[in-house]
T-cell receptor, first 114, second 118 residues
Framework: AQSVAQPEDQVNVAEGNPLTVKCTYS??????LFWYVQYPNRGLQFLLKYITGDNLVKGSYGFEAEFNKSQTSFHLKKPSALVSDSALYFC????????????FGSGTKLNVKP | DTGVSQDPRHKITKRGQNVTFRCDPI?????LYWYRQTLGQGPEFLTY????????KSRLLSDRFSAERPKGSFSTLEIQRTEQGDSAMYLCASSLSSGRPTSTDTQYFGPGTRLTVL
């Protein structure tokens, strides 16, 4: 069965510091991995995705994510956090033969303090 | 590109009533998905369409739920005889797909319809 784990319900970081939001997955074969952000009363906004190739993927708003096949992880990172980055972040995985059906993690609330 | 829109944004209903939600995808997107999100959880897949064909339904989609996409454009999700457990955010997403099973298209989400069943 496909699954995604976001081990931290909440991440707190000071503005200007680097941030990491963790994601691990369990999918047979080679998965496709995505990160989305959700602001209050808004839908999910796409940040970035990993399909194949370079393990470091760059996305919107200065975010990047590193795919690590041996650790089955896809952690989201940003070198310098902004207060406006405070939101709910979701990792998602789709199976290559799953017609792009997404399996989402439970989400991580990022709090960036001034 | 006006994005994915959903209507209504909020719906409050009494247990036992029927409700219908609408989703308008990004124009020319051939795939449309419905997800359900409860408080503190990530979205859970309900069903998806390739053009007008409904290709997969989750076990979460009981017989009280039905979804349609009659002309391959907008979609409706109907819940009959609503129960308090149906209270959730219902999200719609769309994507432009080549149609192959191994497509890697990005899904773009609407703002959601928040359903409260009293």
């Amino acid at each position: 069965a496909q699954s995604v784990a976001q081990p931290e319900d909440q991440v707190n970081v000071a503005e200007g510091n680097p941030l990491t939001v963790k994601c691990t997955y369990s999918v047979s074969g080679n998965p496709y991995l995505f990160w989305y952000v959700q602001y209050p009363n808004r839908g999910l906004q796409f940040l970035l995705k990993y399909i194949t190739g370079d393990n470091l993927v760059k996305g919107s708003y200065g975010f990047e994510a590193e795919f690590n096949k041996s650790q089955t992880s896809f952690h989201l990172k940003k070198p310098s956090a902004l207060v406006s980055d405070s939101a709910l972040y979701f990792c998602a995985v789709s199976h290559p033969r799953g017609f792009n059906k997404f399996y989402f993690g439970s989400g991580t609330k990022l709090n960036v303090k001034p | 590109d006006t994005g994915v829109s959903q209507d209504p944004r909020h719906k409050i209903t009494k247990r036992g009533q029927n409700v219908t939600f609408r989703c308008d995808p990004i124009s020319e997107h051939n795939r449309l998905y419905w997800y359900r999100q409860t408080l503190g959880q990530g979205p859970e897949f309900l069903t998806y369409f390739q053009n007008e064909a409904q290709l997969e339904k989750s076990r979460l989609l009981s017989d009280r739920f039905s979804a349609e996409r009659p002309k391959g454009s907008f979609s409706t999700l109907e819940i009959q005889r609503t129960e308090q457990g149906d209270s959730a955010m219902y999200l719609c997403a769309s994507s432009l797909s080549s149609g192959r099973p191994t497509s890697t298209d990005t899904q773009y989400f609407g703002p959601g319809t928040r359903l409260t069943v009293l």
